[in-house]
């Protein structure tokens, strides 16, 4: 039995060791980490447990019968994130490139059904240079069989996408399927047709980071929800995340501990958010105020700008805020903001995350791009979102919130469970100027003095339709609240919430617009 056991020791010495030192200098001399690394980075210390270390494939043909390392290139198993079970797969790009094969599709299957039926997160380390060519179409089977992995998790426990490498071609649809996408500037990219393919077809010349590197996902196809510039700051953010959320959809997230007082007074609030609606402020420095020890976690900080989602903490416990930001396009709804908003809420609902809502909203941002780009479809997967979700929600109007945006903005209208408003709140279906326009547009036409008539009749509008109370008055706002008091009638709000139960009407799925 002892040399048995010595012979097993030196078989997991050797799969530990990776494929040799060359391979090793090389990832090294990429700035990227090796996978094992990865994974120590990734979970608690000495928690990892691995799956199937000794697979190796069986393939044929094209010189592999004569490599055949162990683990084929994907290193699977679990452990622990601040002592909660996670899972995870990791490729090694020093075997086969990290390309997927047979073997190696079936030991990410197997990690993923684990996840699954452990009701635990599923974390993937991507660095891998897409299917391995040699396997043929058994590779391609193997994506498929992540894909609907993917898909039959999507919801039921949280999956994570962190982009270490290349990742092109079909391989791309699995992390465009999980929840959070993660990437490192200048060592990911993804793509499902590279520079050459793109040169070939349209003669444009672009690098592979120019195309699909962590700030073009990041800023502009948004993509990727987060991008750092190492992979510890990327793994530790990865670590943070999951704290954040539940291990699946039967739990609630872990509530922590809270040292920031549930009733201190935010007075700072009353000099943050001016009274003139045209003039322009940070959102983020409201949620700091509102947020236990103003910390919290933007998703898609870079896309998107006017509208915010993040995650925080309200006297401990996890929420969801997805909020205007008025200093970028004065916070209108637009197509990408429509759509970020309208997935952080699908996710916030999958997961038990309650959700506020700050509005500061002018409206929907208008012109013939967006008309053409589809607004209307793009604003309506914001609006199905919040209908469509059944955990607390609670909405506070800031200051203006008008038209359209108003009402897709998780307004009472459509099933926000507490709408609380400040002083310096204006709902109505558009500006006072645009409306007295309308209203009054004979009037003015007429007047000796049209400019003084029209200074008189949006006055006249907004003592009529616009002052603070006119929306508490026929119950469409719960209360008018003290700005100061804000943090503390959340919080209160909240814990009230906090066994909500709604029920859905039977149905298979239902037909979100697309």
Not at 159 to 172: D, F, R, T
Not at 187 to 212: H, Y
Not at 480 to 500: H, Q
Request: aromatic share 6%.
């Amino acid at each position: 039995m002892r040399l048995h056991v010595a012979e097993l020791a030196a078989i997991r010495e050797r799969v530990h060791a990776g494929p040799g030192e060359p391979a090793t200098a090389a990832q090294k001399a990429k700035g990227k980490l090796t996978v094992r690394e990865r994974i120590e980075l990734l979970l608690d210390e000495g928690s990892f447990r691995e799956v199937e270390p000794l697979r190796r494939h069986r393939a044929t043909g094209f010189g592999l019968e004569a490599k055949r390392p162990y683990t084929d290139g994907v290193v699977t198993g679990w452990g622990t994130v601040e002592g909660r079970t996670v899972f995870v797969y990791a490729h090694d790009f020093r075997i086969f490139g990290g390309a997927l094969g047979e073997a190696h599709a079936t030991k990410i299957h197997k990690i993923m059904d684990m996840a699954l039926a452990a009701g635990a997160p599923l974390v993937s380390l991507n660095d891998g240079a897409g299917a391995r060519i040699q396997e043929g179409v058994t590779a391609l089977a193997g994506y498929g069989g992540i894909f609907q992995r993917n898909t039959k998790a999507s919801g039921v426990i949280p999956q994570i996408s962190v982009m270490l490498g290349p990742c092109a071609g079909g391989a791309a649809y699995s992390p465009a399927l999980t929840d959070f996408v993660f990437m490192v500037r200048d060592t990911s990219q993804m793509f499902i047709t590279g520079p050459d393919v793109v040169r070939a077809v349209t003669g444009e010349e672009i690098t592979q980071n120019g195309l699909g590197g962590a700030d073009v996902h990041a800023g502009t196809s948004g993509v990727a929800h987060f991008a750092y510039d190492d992979e510890e700051t990327c793994l530790e953010e990865v670590r943070y995340l999951l704290s954040m959320l539940p291990s699946n959809n039967r739990e609630n997230p872990p509530a922590h501990e809270c040292g920031d007082p549930p009733d201190r007074s935010g007075e700072a609030l009353l000099d943050l958010v001016p009274v003139d609606g045209n003039r322009p402020y940070d959102m983020h420095r409201v949620i700091e105020e509102l947020v236990d020890d103003g910390d919290f976690l933007e998703v898609h900080e870079r896309w998107a700008r006017n509208i915010i989602c993040a995650l925080a903490r309200l006297d401990g416990k996890v929420v969801g805020i997805v909020a205007n930001q008025p200093q970028s396009l004065a916070g209108v709804l637009d197509i990408e903001a429509s759509e970020k908003a309208a997935r952080f809420v699908q996710m916030c609902d999958a997961f038990n995350i309650p959700i506020v809502t700050l509005l500061d909203v002018p409206g929907f941002l208008p012109g013939v791009d967006q008309e053409h780009g589809g607004i209307i479809r793009h604003g309506a997967k914001l609006l199905y979102a919040y209908c469509n979700a059944t955990v607390p929600r609670i909405s506070l109007i800031l200051r203006k919130a008008y038209g359209g945006a108003y009402i897709v903005m998780d307004s009472q209208s459509i099933g926000a469970d507490l709408t609380y408003a400040w002083p310096t709140n204006e709902i109505a279906v558009m500006g006072a100027e645009g409306a007295a326009n309308v209203i009054f547009r004979r009037q003015i036409a007429a007047a000796e003095d049209p400019e003084a008539m029209r200074a008189r009749m949006v006055k006249e509008y907004k003592a009529e339709l616009m002052h603070p109370y006119y929306a508490a008055e026929r119950g469409l706002v719960d209360d008018v609240i003290d700005p100061a008091e804000t943090r503390e009638v959340l919080i209160n709000s909240l814990a009230m919430l906090a066994n909500k139960h709604a029920d859905r009407p039977a149905r298979k799925h239902g037909n979100p617009p697309q």
